[in-house]
Each structure stands twice: as C-alpha cells, then as structure tokens.
C-alpha cells in the first residue's frame, strides 16, 4: 500500500522573492505538486512570489476562485460558491496525496494568517499528515519597509480587519496603542473616516506594496485618492513605555 503523501501549507512572505524562508524553498524544491489561489485565468500573487523559486518543469496547479469581488463576502451566493471551490479543491489536492506524493500550497505572507489556506488545512488535516511552513506576514514587512517601531513597553496590538462595520472600527481603535488594519480595498473610505473619528489620523501611514516593486508608503493624510490595492495596509505605531 502506498504512504500517503503529506499537505504543506508554504508562507512565502509580503511580497519579495528573497523573503521566503530556507525551509519554504526547500519545501517547494521537493514538492510532487505546487499549488495555489489565483483569480481565474490569472497567476496570481502567490504564484508570481515563488517564480524565481519554482523548479522547471515542478508540476502545478492553479485553484482559481469562482468569484472575487463580483458579490457581497456575506452573501449566501458567495458563501456557497467558495464552499463548492474549497471541497472541489480539496478533492484534487487528496487525488495526489493518495498517490504518494507531497502537496505544497504556497501562500501570501504567513499561511495562518487570514489565509484561504486554512480553509483547505481543515478539511485535510485530520485525512492526511499536514505541516505548516510559516512566513513573514505581509503587516511586518510592511513596517519594516515604513521604518516603524510598532510596540514599546506593555503597547496593545490590534490586528483589525477593514471589512468592519464603521462604528466597530471606531471602538477597535479607541481601545487599542496601536493597529494594523488590512482588508482594505473597497473598504478603504470608511477606514479613513474611522481613524479620523478616533483621533488617530496624525499616527497613521499607509503602506502599498510593501518589500515589493512599486512600494508606497506615505502618511494617510497624505494620500489624496481613495484606492487601496490588494497589497495595502494602513498602520497606527503605538506610544507606549520607552526608556
């Protein structure tokens, strides 16, 4: 009977190709298949992280989402097409794991960490062996790219999902030192207002592209237009205990 093959969930870092850890390409090198998200008909972010890593020829397979920004996240069409995707991905993933072969699903920044990964890893976890290969997330390339010191002292951290209600964003922001808030894109306006409404505006910067080509990083009251690409984050330094 043929050993199963194992399930690696691979962080390949915010955005630079020298980001990725020694053990996430080695992961990949040794990989019976590559796999990962992509928008259809498109490579993807992940995808073109990995490219000056991926061995030629390396076998590989594109999981395209049925739908991105076309609906709602909440809406019950959206909800029930990602559902039929991560099922219908999973089955092709457990198709070569069952011949013995290692399944390496790359990923932006950490793979547990607001990561589509995950939603595989917990349908697969309890059929096969799964390990976890983590990456820098995209906030801490972003702050290294900006030059900020987050937490000093006993700060708090918020990590604060932009898709929020305006009103939750503005209490998640008055009950923290400091904030990382992703999820940006459409949402971008109403981030804005809300850090405003806190008080916090002054404190802000916004981060595009961080550790990538074409990197931005200015202060948010600087920036004049209200678009945010995937690749964005706003971030709030906390104040805290120095000596």
């Not at 008909?41 to 397979?61: Q, S």
């Not at 099922?87 to 993933?93: D, L, P, Q, T």
């Not at 997330?137 to 972003?142: N, P, R, V």
């Amino acid at each position: 009977m043929t050993p199963k093959g194992t399930f690696h969930g691979v962080g390949l870092g915010p955005g630079d190709p020298d980001l990725l850890t020694v053990q996430a390409v080695k992961r990949i090198e040794s990989a019976g298949l590559v796999t990962y998200f992509a928008k259809k008909g498109k490579r993807g972010n992940a995808r073109t992280i990995v490219d000056k890593w991926m061995p030629k020829g390396k076998p590989e397979l594109p999981l395209w989402y049925p739908m991105t920004t076309e609906c709602h996240f909440g809406d019950t069409a959206y909800v029930d097409a990602l559902r039929e995707f991560y099922e219908r991905s999973v089955e092709a993933i457990a198709d070569v794991l069952d011949m013995g072969k290692d399944v390496v699903l790359v990923c932006e920044g950490d793979p547990m960490f607001y990561g589509s990964f995950m939603h595989l890893y917990v349908r697969l976890k309890d059929r096969y062996a799964t390990k976890i290969t983590p990456g820098v997330t995209g906030m801490a390339g972003c702050w290294a790219a900006a030059g900020l010191p987050m937490t000093w002292g006993d700060d708090k951290l918020s990590v604060i999902a932009g898709t929020m209600h305006e009103e939750d964003l503005v209490r998640a922001l008055e009950g923290t030192d400091a904030a990382v808030i992703m999820k940006l894109g459409s949402n971008f306006p109403k981030v804005r207002r809300a850090i405003e409404r806190a008080g916090l505006l002054a404190r802000a910067t916004y981060v595009e592209r961080g550790t990538m080509a074409g990197e931005l990083v200015l202060p948010l009251a600087d920036k004049a237009d209200d678009s945010a690409p995937y690749f964005s984050l706003i971030l709030i330094p906390g104040e805290g205990r120095r000596p």
